[in-house]
Structure formats: structure tokens, C-alpha cells
Nanobody, 115 residues
Framework: QLVESGGGLVQVGGSLRLSCEASEFKFSQYTMNWYRQPPGKGRELVASISSRFTTNYADSVKGRFAISRDNAKNTTYLQMDSLKPEDTAVYYC???????????WGQGTQVTVSS
């Protein structure tokens, strides 16, 4: 199970921190991803962090978002700063095996950036 939290309404330029807590997984062995789906658009990869803490970001969020993980808490975070209206989306946590095609999705959390 993946449980996301931390979404909400924020003004342009503001910050939010999303959390995703995993249960029933050997969390430290998986790559953790954050995806988002803006209204009327497809889902896109925002950021990822591997089991070795290697991070990758979409160009649209580089320098504004930071992904991290705390294996002791089975939790991954997405710190989002300098938010823009185009960041408005449902944000999904995704757990991805580094050895098979297995992956698992959270239920999503809404982020709305108002101008």
C-alpha cells in the first residue's frame, strides 16, 4: 500500500511537501517515482529516486522540486518550491522494482496552484 499526503491549494510561488508512505514492501529495494496528471492531460514522470539515492527530474521542475527518501520510515518525499499554475495536477506516488516490471501506484493527491 502507498499512502500519499500533503497536497492542497497554494498560491503561485508557494511551497508544498508531498509524502508517500509505503507498507508491505521492502521499501529500500525499490525506485520511488512521483508522477503527475494535469487536468485533461496524460500522466508524466516528475521525479525519481533509486535505491542508491540517484535522482532524476523532469526539465520542467529542475531546480524547484526535490525528491528524497527515508528508508527507516518507508517514506518518500517531494518538496515543491516556487510553484507555478502549470504544476496543478494530481500527483501520484509510484513504487518500481529495479529488477522486474513490477510497479505499484498510490491513490494520488491533488495539488492546485492559484494565480
Amino acid at each position: 500500500q502507498l499512502v500519499e499526503s500533503g497536497g492542497g491549494l497554494v498560491q503561485v510561488g508557494g511551497s508544498l511537501r508531498l509524502s508517500c508512505e509505503a507498507s508491505e514492501f521492502k521499501f529500500s529495494q525499490y525506485t520511488m517515482n512521483w508522477y503527475r496528471q494535469p487536468p485533461g492531460k496524460g500522466r508524466e514522470l516528475v521525479a525519481s529516486i533509486s535505491s542508491r539515492f540517484t535522482t532524476n527530474y523532469a526539465d520542467s521542475v529542475k531546480g524547484r522540486f526535490a525528491i528524497s527518501r527515508d528508508n527507516a520510515k518507508n517514506t518518500t518525499y517531494l518538496q515543491m518550491d516556487s510553484l507555478k499554475p502549470e504544476d496543478t495536477a494530481v500527483y501520484y506516488c509510484n513504487l518500481e522494482s529495479e529488477y522486474t516490471t513490477y510497479n505499484f501506484w498510490g491513490q494520488g493527491t491533488q495539488v492546485t496552484v492559484s494565480s
